[in-house]
């Protein structure tokens, strides 16, 4: 036997309340106060970011037990089922736990699940009938959604990772103003970044690692390495206790739900891509401040945005003009908008201005009226059959890549300065 058994949890949550990371910390603590061993961090997987049914961030968590015989893993599961059952957000309607119990090893089918569970829409039956092929056990509360997530967190093959160290609050305070000293915030960011990131919008005055929902998360640091987050939370200061910490490795920050296609008709509604083509509208800012353009390629073309939340980014996509040569990275919602988490421009258009021509004495020439050419008003001089002159624009943007701020964000868009190819 296999002695690894591997836990997957996933939907116990509520946007009033509660959050699965939170229920996998609390179980894996009852399982090492009874004794039992953990292997490696807790894993804290999001996946679709348009998936319906979700509830924030769509994460989903596992982590790995380490067991010696039958009689311990049948008395963990019994107690990892009880908590979920007890912690979990049943009473609304959208709450669906799923539980995965699995001990064999990390099929290439369950990799092929995990990223299309990343990239794209399963359902149910895709995730009972898969756990049942490689002899997952699956426990369903209610319809049992949460089991996508559950064997999705179990199977995630993490080749390219970050950390999270979660910071959790006393029961007490749920739901009142987070205590997070502003200062300290700003020192452990010079004193970690870039092996820390994310971590607050200067521009903004903006704390990037404080959640703005009734959740127990007091503040999420996210970095490279497990050694870099806990030591920026040993830098942080907070007016209010810390109940306990839990660092997951994660898929946060890696890009895993983009796709990349060549083909612009051949893009879905709620799936993530990069992608190629040209400005054919330069943009337009709509009602709410959101700024709007169309990309177009060989085979079609789609509106892309910059939504008011992205703040600063909208005025690097306010510049861009027709004929612009650009990759877009992002997500397509309900309505066919790609929605912007980065841009690379690959290639100014040529842009020009028309202006009325200068006169022998110096000065630029006013219109003399409809079909009358040009008079200048220093000197008087006329010219009938003038022409205007084309003058090329500076552009107000530069080749390269641009981001969104910290605060707009998505949880898996990976940052320019983890990439140092980018920057
Ligand atoms: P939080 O981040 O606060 O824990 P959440 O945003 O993760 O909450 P959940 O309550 O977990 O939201 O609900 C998401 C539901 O969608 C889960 O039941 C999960 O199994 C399911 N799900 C996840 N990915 C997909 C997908 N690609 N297609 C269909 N369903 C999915």
Redesign the pocket.
Known sequence: MNNILYVGI??T?SSEGM??TYIGALVMDELKHYGYQLKDHPRLIR??PF?P????????ISFKLILNSGKETEKAKKLILNQVENLSELQHEN??P?VIFYNGIITPELKAYSMK?VQ???TIDDAQKLAVQVGAQFHKFKNG??I??ALAAIGYPLEDRTYELLAYRIPENYGKKREINYESVLEMNQKTYPQTFDNLDEDEDYIAIEPHTPCPILYGIRGETPEAVINAHGILETCEPIERIVVYVTNQHTDHHLLKIDNISRMDKCKCYIAQGEVENSPIIIEGGHVIFTLKDDSGSIDCAAYEPTKGFRDVVKNLKDGDLLEVYGGIGDKGTLNLEKIQVLKLAKVYESRNPICKCGKRMKSAGKNKGYKCMNCGFKLRNGTKELIEVIRCIQKGFYEVPPSARRHLSKPLIRDNSNI
Not at 53 to 60: E, H, Q
Request: glycine share 18%; charged share 20%.
């Open positions: 996933d939907d949550d959050c699965t996946l679709n998936a049914f979700k509830t924030r961030g769509n994460g989903a709450t669906n799923g569970t794209n829409i399963v959604r949460g996508i997530g």
